[in-house]
């Protein structure tokens, strides 16, 4: 593979490649980049839960400095239909909350009692992760 010098005045940039040493970035071929480590900056978003009619009730922790939130996946209905659901879940719990998506957000670990108030919805719900 034959190194090519960058053109005067580009803002160009040499590039390592296992073949044949430093290349330039046209003579490279495309690559997915990806990014190791870092502080979430990046990130794939995470894969989309499954749609089998059961509501998974987990606690995370990740991305919150430390605070601990339970999240909620796999409610059926539209937006405002989850809207709806969060507020009462919030209220219920006495805690704040949010929505990303499909997947609601409660302040706190409120698992349990999350489980029988939506079984006593009529959902299908359980425990998911550790």
Known sequence: MAVTPPRPGSNSRLVYSTDGGRVTPEAAPPVARTRQGGSGAGRSPAPAPPDDGIVRIARDSRRRRGKTVT???GLPG???DLDAMLKTLKQ????????????LEI??????????RLTALGHRAKF???
């Open 107 to 116: 302040q706190g670990d409120h698992r349990e009692r999350l489980l029988e």
């Open 128 to 130: 998911a992760g550790g």
């Open 78 to 80: 539209a937006d405002a």
């Open 92 to 103: 219920f719990c006495g805690a704040g909350g949010s929505r990303e998506g499909r997947v």
């Open 71 to 73: 999240t909620i996946t």
